[in-house]
């Protein structure tokens, strides 16, 4: 027969469809694995229709055969087989599918079979390795057997041949090997396997292959024989397509550690199914501890992606939302729409259905853990919680309705975790806002003079120990109507009429003293002023309305924020220490000393916030002074 051109695509773009369609040549086994079971799963509806075309299933079966001597690796599978014509429609036009038409007329109140191979293009990915393919098919019903032979290049022929089974074997020639390329790794029984493994593992049919035994030698008990046997290389039924109640919790922690390389049970599993205008199976693990690197900006987060149980693609991100990026696991749809090299997800409105779906599920598990298992989730939240805070700081709040009854704070009610939800439902009725003091660890934050005046008041504080606690409240502005407000910043409003009026006539008796002591200190603090939230220390540095003292702190570990980005500070000065008698006698008697005084004040309250101080040789020789007139 004449050597016929590709149907509607030139030479040019075959050529472009095999050297650029797809990035990794390796799935060009899964592509025809892929077609192979589809037309396994036509015989087998072909069965179930036709009482003239009866097969045994235990017959319907995938066969790899690869030889090194002449090059090729041969695909064999007794599914429903093609027709010449069918040959020239389905092989010899580019971007042509059976199968896609095979699905239309099911979808119409015939039995739901799932089709693999959608992509007419995926048969070509093999030219990817191959130099020639000849295909040889006999169409189930029928006693003629035709071959299809192309290198890719001009065209193709169809001949007629003999072949004595229905199905069809198709042959690749590989290319020779290259510097950059070595085709002859897809001869190896490792290499096959584990492609196999990689991508056909739940293809619903057996994928058989004769692979090298080792059995002692009966002859020479030291010695043994390699014997060639068959061997079915893919499980077959995936463990996420099983009911529920069938699989044991060792078998989803054993499925999780050899699938997702940890070492480690995972902390939890969600497995679903859902049915609807778009159905699919999620497998989702929570795993025990966070990955190391996954604060690092290039870890990769994202769920595994299969189609009818053929893997698709790894790390398929946009499947699952940022906020939830320590969940790892897969996603299998029957639904979505891939791109015609099966590697890209795109960007349509089925996809963002799945990923809110997914998302929700996530969250309602997310939910119930931690209404009904309080210390697993809490383990969660110590390894996971950083990750829920940022994405309401990065969203700006947008996240926020979505994510506040997540986040956990360490309470100074106890040292332990509480909810938002939590610390409103217990406050007391005339408190009006959310306390929070900002530290790198509880006993650090428990030292502040800034808690006095809030404890005595009864009110339960929140820790806040990451470095983005404060950013992310700063987003967030309240819980339900309750005002986030640092114990460190401005004014808390907690006096008494009575104790206002009393700080007022104070600061007004003292008013030139203070102003003396703000014009020593200088530009580093914009006021110096009587405190209302001090008990037992002297003196307390807090900042105005704006940037926290906490916040400068964060922003100054980055080099190029230093210097630039300052809080606006206030020394507080506590009126029933002995300190202020001292202060207002030495204003009378020595208003120099008042000024040294000053300074030393101002450097000790730098150090109980965690700040440096700008002169610390001088702040020690101030110190010595001290001493040495204090003994005098």
């Known amino acids: 027969m004449a050597k016929k051109q590709f149907k509607a695509e030139s030479k040019r773009l075959l050529e472009m469809m095999i050297n650029s369609i797809y990035t990794n040549k390796e799935i060009f086994l899964r592509e025809l694995i892929s077609n192979a079971s589809d037309a396994l799963d036509k015989r087998w509806y072909l069965a179930l229709t036709d009482d003239t075309q009866k097969v045994d299933k235990d017959d319907l079966k995938i066969r790899l055969t690869r030889n090194e001597h002449d090059r090729t690796l041969v695909i064999e599978d007794t599914g429903i087989g093609m027709t010449d014509k069918e040959m020239e429609n389905n092989l010899g036009t580019i971007a042509r599918s059976g199968s896609a038409e095979f699905r239309q007329q099911l979808e119409e109140g015939a039995e739901n079979i799932d089709i693999i191979g959608q992509f007419g293009v995926g048969f070509y990915s093999a030219f990817m390795v191959s130099s020639k393919i000849e295909v040889v098919s006999r169409k189930a019903g029928t006693d003629e057997a035709f071959c299809w032979t192309s290198t890719g290049q001009d065209g193709y022929t169809i001949t007629p041949c003999e072949k004595d089974t229905v199905g069809t074997k198709i042959t690749l020639w590989l290319k020779e090997d290259t510097e950059d390329e070595k085709y002859s790794e ?70 999780y550690k050899s699938k997702f390389n940890d070492w480690q049970d995972p902390q939890k599993v969600i497995h679903y199914s859902v049915e609807g205008n778009l159905s699919y199976t999620a497998l989702l693990f929570i795993p025990a501890k966070a990955p190391y690197d996954f604060y690092n900006a290039d870890y990769k987060s994202g769920l595994q992606l299969y189609s009818k149980g053929v893997f698709i693609m790894d790390k398929a991100k946009d499947l699952v939302p940022e906020c939830f990026r320590f969940v790892t696991g897969l996603i299998d749809s029957d639904d979505l729409n ?70 956990l704070y360490r309470s100074s009610k106890d040292g332990s975790y509480v909810t938002l939800k ?116 002297p003196v307390v540095l807090v900042s105005d309305e704006g940037m926290s003292i906490e916040m400068e702190k964060v922003l100054s570990q980055n080099p190029d924020n230093r210097g630039m980005m300052k809080a606006v500070k206030i020394l507080e000065i506590n009126p029933d220490h002995p300190v202020f008698e001292t202060l207002k006698k030495v204003y009378e008697t020595d208003q120099e000393k008042l000024k040294e005084y000053a300074g030393v004040l101002y450097d000790q309250a730098c150090l109980i916030e965690g700040l440096p101080i700008d002169d610390p040789v001088e702040y020690a020789r101030k110190i010595t002074d001290l001493m040495v007139q204090a003994s005098k």
């Open 186 to 255: 897809y001869l190896e029984e490792y290499t096959l396997k584990n492609l196999v493994k990689k991508y056909s593992d739940y293809v619903r049919y057996p994928i058989i292959m004769e692979v090298s035994k080792s059995i002692p030698d009966p002859s020479d008990e030291n010695n043994d024989i390699i014997t060639q046997e068959d061997e079915t290389l893919n499980s077959m039924v995936p463990l996420w397509k099983k009911q529920k109640s069938e699989i044991t919790d060792e078998e989803y922690n054993e499925f």
């Open 422 to 537: 939590e610390y409103t439902e217990r406050m007391p009725e005339d408190q009006k806002n959310i306390y929070f003091a900002s530290g790198t660890s509880v006993e650090d934050i428990e030292k502040l003079p800034a808690l006095e005046k809030v404890r005595d008041k009864g009110y339960e504080i929140l820790y806040f120990l990451d470095a983005v606690d404060e950013f992310v409240i700063s987003m967030m502005n309240d819980y339900n109507e309750k005002p986030f407000r640092s114990v460190s910043k401005g004014d808390l409003d907690l006096d008494s009429e009575e104790e206002k009026k009393e700080r007022e006539e104070k600061a007004e008796e003292n008013k030139d003293m203070l102003t003396m002591m703000k014009e020593a200190i200088g530009s580093r603090v914009s006021d110096v002023r009587i405190s209302s939230r001090l008990k037992d220390d």
């Open 338 to 407: 891939l791109n015609i090299s099966r590697e890209i997800l795109q960007q349509d409105r089925q996809v963002k259905a799945l990923a809110s779906s997914v998302e929700k599920r996530i969250q309602r598990a997310l939910e119930d853990m931690l209404k009904n298992d309080r210390e697993a989730y809490e383990k969660l939240f110590d390894n996971f919680g950083l990750n829920i805070k940022y994405d309401i700081y990065r969203s700006f709040g947008a996240n926020k309705e979505k994510l506040q009854d997540l986040l």
